[in-house]
């Protein structure tokens, strides 16, 4: 920045005064003290300061960290998104913190103003860096190399070879120079013996750069960020989730009363629901039978299902398994959970059939414990409901409770207890299917009362006190959970993510290096070539460099060892060992040197 215009007559008139002995002017009385008039950044002047800070790369790099810092307490409380049910339930356990929590948007972070603030000024920093450097790359690779310095001799890396007298000359050499430098990937640029402005002779030479595509990858993996944000962004706009829990012999077909959870993006429309239809035609379970530390373990869960693609498609038979979805249309079908579903028929105390039809269980342990919970809000006189377990093969334990001692089907009972009065259904609040709130219902059965509690196998029907009605068990059917996911952006960030590695990888293990080389002739009446190698940057194998560089150099002309001359030339013309700090000027030995 200039020096304002007071300070600088100031500081002329008293460098003056100075060097003719005479005091400052201020000290001498005859100049008034005058106070330096600063600039006005002005508005635009404030927008140009705040534009430069926003798109430079630190400011970039502390958006991203701050991304990924906003994004943590997605992970730690639950999602309205994932979980709108488990959000309410734990605001309800915690009074106190909660409404202050939801206030700042820590249920919805991933759609709240604070995350997608970041995350817009990131998307603008990003831009704002890649248009000039990419801009700058362009010309960088538009211009000539470096002019060749005077000295090669001053470079870290720097070596000269005197050739045979029948070797070529040095127009020739020059020639030969540059192709060895292109067969090693350097853009050439060949310059003749010239005369520059002092008058001094400027020897032929050849000025090479390569490792252009370091910056080129680095510029690739900043633009494959920014597009992996862009399809981010659109495709949580365009996306929906939603799960399904389908019986066995049951069908789902793509649509949204079919949902038992959807989750749609900003901008969904149904119209983009692509149709198909899923069957669950049987489920098969393998357990370990043979490991006596692991014996009952999950090993494999195969879902056989029948699948229509579109409104005429043909039925295929599929197998669904878990990590390995179905893809129909786009929307991607997995496998999450599965499990056992007991059929019951609930007649009230009028005689009329209430319920009847399988109910999900929630299996809680690895031998398929399941907790049932059955709503019967239909029941007349009063509604019923039931809570309990079904245990897949039921055995009497050590304390005369039943407990189950295999997944597998081999014994299955349905222990349960009863209430009747209001289950609160019918005040339109939603209630979490596997919880039954009893605090306003009255027992019917249960291990503390008289009645105790009902145990039912497979066939038997069970009569509730006070002529409730009765509870029959029919059977015992499969069950699968699904995860339908549709994203059509999904493979274009598997693309840009794996760009921007790619990008990444080229950034990193290239080198930007200059090289140059200059031909003269020798008083011998010899071509003596002579070249040098600098680094743009840290590189530890600019040496490798050196000596690949020469070895080419040797195999294309006859180079004269220095040993084989009657007076030998100077050192500065031969390979030296660069490494050690005498050999560059103003250089202190050390204990390595000879």
């Known amino acids: 920045m200039r020096e304002p215009s007071a300070h600088r007559d100031n500081a002329r008139e008293d460098a003056v005064r100075r060097a003719t002995g005479e005091p400052p002017a201020e000290e001498a009385g005859t100049r008034p003290r005058r106070e330096a008039t600063l600039p006005q950044?002005?508005?635009?002047?404030?927008?140009?300061?705040?534009?430069?800070?926003?798109?430079?790369?630190?400011?970039?790099?502390?958006?991203?960290?701050?991304?990924?810092?906003?994004?943590?307490?997605g992970s730690i409380f639950p999602q309205r998104v994932q979980d709108a049910f488990a959000v309410e339930t734990w605001i309800e356990d915690n009074p106190t913190v909660g409404p202050v929590l939801d206030f700042f948007q820590l249920f919805d972070v991933y759609s709240s103003v604070w995350f997608s603030a970041i995350y817009l000024l990131l998307f603008i920093s990003l831009i704002g860096c890649i248009v000039p450097r990419a801009r700058k790359h362009w010309q960088q690779m538009r211009t000539r190399p470096p002019r060749t310095?005077?000295?090669?001799?001053?470079?870290?890396?720097?070596?000269?070879?005197?050739?045979?007298?029948?070797?070529?000359?040095?127009?020739?050499?020059?020639?030969?120079?540059?192709?060895?430098?292109r067969r090693r990937r350097y853009r050439v640029d060949v310059r003749p013996a010239a005369t520059d402005s002092r008058g001094r002779d400027v020897p032929a030479s050849v000025g090479a750069e390569r490792g252009y595509l370091k910056e080129t990858g680095n510029?690739?993996?900043?633009?494959?960020?920014?597009?992996?944000?862009?399809?981010?962004?659109?495709?949580?706009?365009?996306?929906?989730?939603g799960q399904k829990v389908l019986m066995e012999d049951e069908g789902f077909v793509n649509a949204l009363v079919a949902y038992d959870n959807f989750y749609p993006g900003t901008y969904f429309d149904e119209e983009d629901l692509h149709p198909f239809s899923v069957q669950l035609d049987g489920f098969e379970r393998v357990f370990d039978r043979e490991s006596a530390t692991h014996f009952g373990q999950a090993l494999d869960f195969t879902a056989d299902v029948t699948v229509r693609d579109g409104v005429e498609g043909e039925p295929q038979q599929e197998q669904l398994k878990v990590n390995d979805p179905l893809t129909i249309g786009g929307t991607r079908v997995f496998l999450v959970g599965n499990g056992y579903a007991p059929e019951v028929t609930v007649r009230d105390g009028d005689g009329e059939v209430a319920f009847s039809g399988p109910v999900v269980t929630r299996p809680d342990d690895q031998v398929y414990t399941s907790m049932m919970v059955l709503k019967v809000p239909d029941a007349q006189p009063e509604q019923l409901g039931f809570v309990g377990l079904l245990l897949p093969t039921a055995h009497d334990g050590d304390t005369g409770a039943a407990i189950s001692v295999d997944p597998e089907l081999g014994n299955p009972e349905l222990q349960l207890n009863s209430y009747h009065g209001d289950l609160g259904l019918d005040e339109g609040e939603p209630q979490n299917v596997y919880v039954l709130d009893t605090d306003d219902l009255t027992a019917l059965n249960s291990r503390e009362l008289e009645a105790g509690g009902i145990e039912l196998s497979p066939g038997e029907t069970y009569d509730l006190p006070e002529d409730m009605g009765s509870i029959s068990y029919e059977g015992t059917i499969d069950y699968i959970a699904?995860?339908?996911?549709?994203?059509?952006?999904?493979l274009y960030v598997l693309g840009f993510s794996l760009l921007a590695l790619s990008g990444l990888v080229?950034?990193?293990?290239?080198?930007?290096?200059?090289?140059?080389?200059?031909?003269?002739?020798?008083?011998?009446?010899?071509?003596?070539?002579?070249?040098g190698l600098l680094a743009r940057g840290e590189d530890f194998r600019l040496r490798d460099e050196n000596i690949a560089l020469r070895r080419q150099m040797e195999k294309i002309w006859p180079v004269r060892a220095p040993e084989a001359e009657d007076d030998e030339p100077d050192a500065s013309l031969h390979d030296r060992p660069t490494d050690r700090p005498t050999d560059r000027p103003n250089a202190r030995p050390t204990d390595r040197d000879d």
């Not at 070596?159 to 540059?178: K, S, V």
């Open 41 to 73: 950044l002005g508005f635009v002047g404030m927008l140009r300061w705040a534009w430069t800070q926003l798109t430079s790369m630190r400011t970039a790099l502390f958006l991203l960290l701050l991304l990924a810092v906003a994004a943590v307490p």
């Open 149 to 181: 310095p005077r000295r090669l001799e001053r470079l870290p890396e720097y070596g000269a070879l005197e050739l045979e007298a029948d070797g070529p000359d040095a127009e020739q050499a020059l020639q030969d120079a540059a192709g060895v430098l």
């Open 219 to 241: 510029l690739v993996f900043h633009i494959a960020l920014v597009g992996v944000l862009i399809c981010v962004a659109l495709g949580s706009v365009f996306s929906y989730r």
């Open 482 to 490: 699904m995860d339908i996911h549709y994203n059509p952006a999904q």
């Open 506 to 531: 080229v950034s990193l293990f290239l080198r930007r290096r200059r090289a140059w080389v200059t031909v003269t002739t020798t008083e011998q009446g010899r071509t003596l070539v002579s070249y």
